[in-house]
């Protein structure tokens, strides 16, 4: 028999009361099973595009003459030119049929612990992860779902969407747009709730089989914009995201590089039918989306571009400074360009390395350097990567994944 003190029990207790509290609070929403027919056909369509274009190119150069294979292959270049109307009527509804009959694939619920907390008339910073091979759990959170109190949402997805045909127009059509600085800022003044991946490509090439793991620590981007408006921000996770898909992808800096380059991870993955068929329909695996409640932030506090540039540069000089000065090869470090092309790009980052000439300052002086200037913008980033880690240990178990582990990179 163990025995408890009393403070582990006290501990012990209060953990247990902020779990039935968050119960009660907690709003469940759960899709709805339609027709198999209607539900393969709104997955394929919203997630057999990615493999429909490769299809396409590969049958109509092995199957059709060269002439009419490059028409073809003209076609999906034309398709990835010609602008997409996002409130095209037709295209809505097709998108109105994915979210209607896709959630109910899995299916999905999606838990609010906080359902009253959400006002309508504003705008929200959903910051959700994992992304996984797709974080196709985002669909639970649309606005033609319906399960949010929300009427404007938009998903900010990496660009390399849409610069593929075909792909590019149905996820338009279900609410994506670029993850660019000015989309995301002119999104939540026209007073739409953003819903972003913050670890993005990186998250995706360092995701490892059989745990979850997020990439946050260097992603402050969508907290300085939420303060820079004010939007509260909003911890989300998806429990089961990363079991709908097998996957395999390369490893090394190279990969990596490319990565960076084009805007998305080079990965195969695939679904159902087994392996030798490498379906592009996901298993049917159970997914809850868990949404935390909303942080409040204080607006007007400023986080300049400059500010935030300076903590990136402080902290690639913490890094860069720490190995030149343990291996004592500054000068020689000092000639490589890409140190000068980096420094060109971050003026802050000559401020920190060379303090009124050209002689590096002390390692003591770069490697303490105080990031008070950019306290705001750290504060609120680990508020929202605690509220992250609270949220995910709160439901893990409730949703049956308590013996899965967080890591936090």
Same mark, same amino acid.
């Given at each position: 028999m ?10 012990t ?6 779990v039935?509290a ?5 709003t469940?929403?759960t899709?709805? =099973?339609y027709?198999?027919f209607?539900t393969?056909? &709104?997955? #394929?369509i919203?997630?057999?595009?990615i493999h $429909?274009? /490769?299809?396409?190119?590969?049958s109509a150069?092995?199957?059709l ?10 076609i999906?270049?034309?398709l990835i ?6 409130k095209d009527?037709?295209?809505?509804k ?7 009959h896709?959630c109910g694939y ?13 006002d309508?008339d ?6 959700y992860e994992?992304?996984s091979?797709?974080p196709i759990?985002?669909v639970?959170l649309a ?14 997805a990496?660009?390399a969407?849409f610069?593929?045909?075909?792909? =590019? ?7 994506l &747009?670029? #993850?660019t600085r000015?989309?995301?800022?002119? $999104?939540? /003044?026209?007073?739409y709730s953003?819903?972003?991946v ?17 990439y946050?620590?260097?992603?402050k981007g ?5 303060m ?6 909003v911890?989300?996770?998806c429990?089961g ?10 490893r090394?800096k190279?990969f990596l590089?490319?990565?960076?380059i084009?805007k ?12 030798f ?5 996901p298993?049917?695996?159970p997914?809850?989306v868990?949404?935390?409640k909303?942080?409040e932030?204080?607006?007007?506090l400023q ?11 402080v902290?690639?000089c913490?890094?860069?400074l720490?190995l030149v000065f343990?291996?004592r090869q ?6 490589e ?5 980096y420094?060109s790009?971050?003026?802050?980052f ?5 303090f009124g000439?050209?002689?590096?300052p ?15 913008v750290?504060?609120?980033?680990n508020?929202?990567v605690d509220a ?17 582990d967080l890591?936090?990179?």
């Amino acid at each position: 028999m163990v025995m408890e003190t009393s403070g582990e029990a006290a501990s012990t207790a209060g953990a247990a009361a902020e779990v039935e509290a968050v119960e009660k609070e907690m709003t469940v929403f759960t899709a709805k =099973r339609y027709s198999i027919f209607h539900t393969i056909i &709104a997955v #394929a369509i919203w997630l057999g595009s990615i493999h $429909l274009n /490769a299809v396409l190119v590969v049958s109509a150069f092995v199957f059709l003459p060269l002439s009419k294979a490059i028409g073809v292959s003209w076609i999906l270049l034309m398709l990835i030119v010609i602008p997409v109307d996002d409130k095209d009527r037709i295209g809505r509804k097709l998108a109105r049929y994915i979210c209607k009959h896709a959630c109910g694939y899995f299916p999905i619920r999606l838990h609010i612990e906080d359902y009253k907390a959400f006002d309508p008339d504003r705008a929200y910073v959903f910051g959700y992860e994992p992304h996984s091979v797709l974080p196709i759990g985002v669909v639970a959170l649309a606005d033609l779902t319906g399960f949010m109190p929300l009427t404007k949402i938009k998903v900010l997805a990496s660009s390399a969407v849409f610069y593929t045909p075909i792909l =590019r127009h149905v996820w338009t059509w279900l609410g994506l &747009a670029p #993850a660019t600085r000015k989309n995301f800022s002119s $999104l939540l /003044a026209s007073g739409y709730s953003c819903i972003i991946v913050p670890g993005g490509v990186q998250e995706t090439f360092l995701m490892e089989h059989g745990s979850e793991m997020v990439y946050l620590k260097n992603r402050k981007g969508f907290v300085r914009i939420a303060m820079e408006r004010g939007n509260p921000l909003v911890p989300v996770f998806c429990f089961g995201q990363s079991q709908v898909y097998k996957w395999w992808k390369p490893r090394g800096k190279l990969f990596l590089q490319l990565s960076r380059i084009f805007k998305f991870t080079p990965i195969f993955f695939w679904g159902i039918f087994g392996d030798f068929y490498r379906s592009p329909l996901p298993y049917q695996h159970p997914m809850d989306v868990i949404v935390g409640k909303p942080i409040e932030i204080k607006q007007n506090l400023q986080p300049t571009v400059e500010e935030l540039d300076f903590v990136e540069s402080v902290s690639f000089c913490k890094e860069i400074l720490a190995l030149v000065f343990a291996r004592r090869q500054f000068q020689k470090f000092w000639r490589e360009k890409f140190i000068s092309a980096y420094c060109s790009r971050r003026m802050q980052f000559f401020r920190c390395m060379f303090f009124g000439g050209f002689s590096a300052p002390s390692p003591s002086r770069c490697l303490d350097l105080d990031l008070g200037e950019c306290k705001e913008v750290m504060e609120v980033h680990n508020e929202f990567v605690d509220a992250l880690q609270a949220l995910f240990e709160r439901h893990k178990a409730r949703v049956g994944h308590g013996d899965l582990d967080l890591r936090v990179l």
